[in-house]
């Protein structure tokens, strides 16, 4: 392939990879660049979906607001990924809001340039059914926890998600790499944030955990996976 830093990114996006070169060229072509400073909104709620980005650069934050105005973390998207999806499931509004974590780069395609790849180009449009079918497998399991487990499991799990999403190793152990607040842990869990501090600091005390002021750090990986083995 050649060495353009294009191509070679999209080689290793979700969407992207694995196709042949030919997809990827015509992919890298369709497409346009977009930078999005921190906090800045990419797409919004309801608003109509006609555009689809990956992330090259930086990390982004996906939230839904219910009817009465409460605010809900769903994800967390980093480089590779896939933002916007609801252009590929053929819907016509965004369920969702997604703002800039931090200064960030996308690669963008308009709703019309995606379909005429996916057309064209078989390996990009079974790619983009298998992402669907991931994030539906995702979406599946965290109802699952939500209707069956305790809520130390659900913040587990959560953390357990999130240090393998943005982790970065540290001598002190896997720090998650994005501003995460108790909030934003009991948005992710469905709890209370005054259950997530309980819990986090007992976790502090037992050397699962190391949490400052919008960090969290995962002292010890093998107990906290216990945790979300516990009965």
């Not at 053929?90 to 809001?97: A, K, L, Y």
Request: proline share 3%; hydrophobic share 40%.
């Amino acid at each position: 392939m050649d060495h353009h830093p294009d191509l070679e990114i999209l080689e290793r996006t979700e969407l992207f990879r694995g196709v042949p070169v030919t997809a990827v060229r015509d992919a890298q072509a369709a497409s346009f660049r977009k930078r999005v400073a921190a906090d800045e909104i990419v797409l919004r709620q309801g608003d109509a979906a006609t555009t689809l980005y990956v992330v090259i650069v930086g990390r982004l934050r996906a939230i839904q607001t219910t009817a009465d105005g409460q605010q809900i973390i769903v994800r967390y998207l980093g480089p590779g990924e896939v933002v916007g999806y609801t252009v590929l499931a053929g819907r016509d509004r965004h369920p969702g809001t997604v703002v800039a974590v931090d200064d960030t780069h996308l690669l963008g395609w308009t709703e019309a340039a995606i379909k005429e790849l996916m057309t064209k180009h078989s390996s990009i449009a079974m790619n983009a059914a298998a992402l669907m079918g991931e994030r539906y497998h995702e979406m599946q399991i965290r109802l699952r926890e939500l209707a069956t487990e305790r809520v130390e499991q659900r913040i587990a799990h959560t953390i357990v998600r999130l240090s393998r999403q943005a982790g970065r190793r540290t001598a002190r152990g896997i720090e998650i790499a994005i501003p995460l607040s108790r909030q934003d842990l009991a948005e992710m869990s469905g709890t209370t944030l005054h259950t997530v501090s309980r819990t986090l600091s007992a976790w502090e005390e037992q050397g699962i955990v190391n949490c400052g002021r919008r960090r969290v750090v995962v002292s010890d990986p093998q107990k906290l996976l216990l945790v979300t083995e516990e009965s």
